[in-house]
T-cell receptor, first 113, second 113 residues
Framework: AQSVTQPDIHITVSEGASLELRCNYS??????LFWYVQSPGQGLQLLLK??????LVQGIKGFEAEFKRSQSSFNLRKPSVHWSDAAEYFC???????????FGKGTRLHILP | DAGVIQSPRHEVTEMGQEVTLRCKPI?????LFWYRQTMMRGLELLIY????????DSGMPEDRFSAKMPNASFSTLKIQPSEPRDSAVYFC???????????FGPGTRLTVL
């Protein structure tokens, strides 16, 4: 069965610092991978997705993620975070022929001024 | 595009009352998902529909919960009778296919006193 793990429940970084949020998945076939962001009081918004092709995916708000099949990972990165990036981030995985997307438990990002 | 529309945005009710949450998916989307989010349990998939047919309701916590999708543009999630532990934010999401980008509504914050 497919699964997705976000090892970090909370991450704190200083404004202007770089960011990497980890996501590991478990599935035999090539997965569909997603990152969503949820700001306080809001619904989830898609940041980026990987279906096929280039393993480095660019998203909105300056985020990118890299699909590494050998490590079963799809980590989210941003070179310089802004205070407005404070939110909860969800990684999700689906698969061709699968029946639905599975969401990770989320990583809450805190930004220090 | 209006996005996924949920109503009401906030609902406060007393224990034992019936609660009905409503969702209008994005036009043309074939799959609709209901989620519940709490601090303790995170984001949980309750039920999802494909072409108006319920596919997987294994996440519905109890018989007090029921969901319908009478047509492609409307779905309801009903709780009868409601209990304080049902207090949560309920999200509706829709997508073109089962394993595709899900677009979330703003959520309904339910408080059961």
């Amino acid at each position: 069965a497919q699964s997705v793990t976000q090892p970090d429940i909370h991450i704190t970084v200083s404004e202007g610092a770089s960011l990497e949020l980890r996501c590991n998945y478990s599935y035999g076939a090539t997965p569909y991978l997603f990152w969503y962001v949820q700001s306080p009081g809001q619904g989830l918004q898609l940041l980026l997705k990987y279906f096929s092709g280039d393993t480095l995916v660019q998203g909105i708000k300056g985020f990118e993620a890299e699909f590494k099949r050998s490590q079963s990972s799809f980590n989210l990165r941003k070179p310089s975070v802004h205070w407005s990036d404070a939110a909860e981030y969800f990684c999700a995985v689906g698969a061709t022929g699968g029946d639905k997307i599975i969401f990770g438990k989320g990583t809450r990002l805190h930004i220090l001024p | 595009d209006a996005g996924v529309i949920q109503s009401p945005r906030h609902e406060v009710t007393e224990m034992g009352q019936e609660v009905t949450l409503r969702c209008k998916p994005i036009s043309g989307h074939n799959s609709l998902f209901w989620y519940r989010q709490t601090m303790m349990r995170g984001l949980e998939l309750l039920i999802y529909f494909n072409n108006n047919v319920p596919i997987d309701d294994s996440g519905m916590p109890e018989d007090r919960f029921s969901a319908k999708m009478p047509n492609a543009s409307f779905s309801t999630l009903k709780i009868q009778p409601s209990e304080p532990r049902d207090s949560a934010v309920y999200f509706c999401a829709s997508s073109l296919g089962r394993v595709d980008t899900q677009y979330f509504g703003p959520g309904t914050r339910l408080t059961v006193l």
